[in-house]
């Protein structure tokens, strides 16, 4: 349940390189990890992770009051997700002082060259290690009308 394609390719690198995991398997781990990280995004523009801690308390409830282990699986998933919504809606809600920042807004104005933004956001994702994480915090932002869409 990991938000970085990097980790993801990373990991299967190591695995393939010892034979644990095929060439052909690969390929389709990493593009199964590239819809999940587009689903992610769509699941902020909808605000699914604002039930975030209603995911969290769901899974945590079915997973203790379960006694068949299926169920108790599902319940340890819902709680997963749970904790991914969460997690992006505080991430979200953690860029809400920047509305008011003075040199982040006067950064922003001045982003109208298309590969500036690519650059900024190359660099920005780069250091967080996670694209999803990246277009969660640009749609956020567009979401708080700090940005237009266009720009991301």
Known sequence: LTNSL???AVLL????????????NCLSILLGACVGST???YLVVFKVTQYGLLFIFGGY???FFSSALRTQK?????FGLGLIFYSMELMSSAFSFVKEH?????????????????????????LIQSSGATMSILLSLSRQ???DIQSC
């Open 6 to 8: 990097s980790l993801i």
């Open 13 to 24: 690198v190591g695995f393939v390189g010892a034979d644990l995991v095929k060439m052909e």
């Open 39 to 41: 689903f992610i995004s």
């Open 61 to 63: 409830c079915i997973t």
């Open 74 to 78: 599902i319940g340890d998933s819902i």
């Open 102 to 126: 003075d040199g982040f807004l006067y950064i922003l104005s001045r982003m109208t060259n298309p590969w500036l933004g690519f650059l900024v956001s190359t660099l920005f994702t780069g």
């Open 145 to 147: 009308g700090m940005i």
